[in-house]
């Protein structure tokens, strides 16, 4: 009969099972092949990190990182299109814009008026081409120091085979 298993066995299948289930601690394996694990070693053996696992996690935190810092939210839009905008202003800078928009804009909203400084702002300073400017000298910074990185490994790789020396 079937029912005859070992006790012992049927422990170790549930708690492979239970570990499998359980996602605070869950692994996963990885397929590299020979190239990459020497590199990973390398980073090892320069004692940059402790072991493979711990350079693989760092990584992986790195990109995860890296990606949910890249997604923005939709922002919910109210009736009009528009998406509010929290501000932080001190209590007298509310006063003073409040009296504004009474006297000088026909009792004018507050968050109305205030969007729209913020508009002739921008297209005084044109800061779209501003933030475009910096945001391609950003990614050709990042794009640089890849460059750099692969190069100061190519480097080591020919120091170790001896081709290069210090």
Wanted: aromatic letters at 4%; one cysteine or more.
């Amino acid at each position: 009969m079937f029912d005859n298993v070992p006790p012992r066995r049927s422990a170790l299948v549930r708690e492979r099972g239970a570990r499998r289930t359980d996602p605070e601690d869950a692994r996963i394996a990885l397929r590299c092949n020979r190239r990459e694990l020497e590199l990973i070693d390398s980073f090892v053996a320069n004692g940059e990190f402790e072991s493979r696992s711990e350079l693989l996690r760092a990584a992986m935190h790195a990109l995860l990182r890296s990606r949910a810092l890249s997604t923005d939210t939709t922002p919910e839009r109210d009736a009009e299109g528009f998406v509010e905008v929290p501000i932080r202003l001190r209590p007298h800078e509310v006063a003073e814009w409040k009296a504004y928009a009474h006297f000088l804009e026909n009792d004018r909203p507050l968050r109305d008026l205030l969007a729209a400084l913020v508009r002739e702002a921008a297209m005084a300073r044109k800061v779209r081409d501003q933030v475009d400017y910096h945001r391609v000298g950003a990614q050709t910074a990042a794009g640089h120091q890849e460059r750099e990185a692969a190069l100061r490994e190519s480097g080591k790789d020919l120091e170790r085979r001896g081709v290069v020396g210090r």
